[in-house]
């Protein structure tokens, strides 16, 4: 109604925070859930999980993405630690949570990534100067992280 909140025609707004390493991708999950408590770490693929786990991540504050609901969600930052290859699958998760954004932490090491050329995209990031504990975020990263999704669901 007379354009005063404009609603983002890709759904729900995607934060990305990238890291060099998984290694480094599992500290942070596990520092942001030593700072608040009630943060709820999401993950699509069981893999994942184990993964956290082995880490010495937060073991209970962690979910599988089709196991979360708007319940489990409400009053507690939703953070998600891996994107789906889908971004049509993520945003009907969101919208279902009733997320007004999201938080998506990955690595340069996650499948997605590797897919599109991460260990290139390593390689320049280190020569660069950027160090493992450094956060990779801006709009560009996401638009791009997109363009992947979109990449996959054209060949599927």
């Not at 069981?46 to 962690?62: A, F, Y």
């Not at 991460?118 to 996401?142: P, Y």
């Amino acid at each position: 109604m007379f354009g005063l909140v404009k609603k983002s025609p890709n759904g729900v707004k995607v934060i990305d925070k990238v890291w060099l390493s998984k290694r480094a991708k599992w500290r942070a999950c596990t520092q942001m859930v030593s700072v608040d408590a009630s943060v709820l770490l999401v993950a699509w693929f069981e893999e994942t999980i184990h993964e956290l786990e082995k880490s010495e991540g937060p073991n209970g504050n962690i979910v599988k993405a089709d196991h979360v609901s708007y319940d489990k969600t409400r009053g507690r930052l939703v953070v998600f630690v891996e994107h789906y290859p889908l971004s049509s699958v993520e945003q009907r998760l969101f919208t279902k949570l009733q997320l007004k954004e999201v938080p998506v932490l990955s690595s340069l090491e996650d499948p997605l990534f590797m897919t599109f050329g991460g260990e290139q995209t390593i390689e320049i990031m280190k020569r660069l100067g950027v160090g493992d504990e450094e956060i990779i975020g801006h709009s560009m990263v996401t638009k791009s992280i997109r363009r992947a999704q979109e990449s996959i669901a054209e060949k599927t």
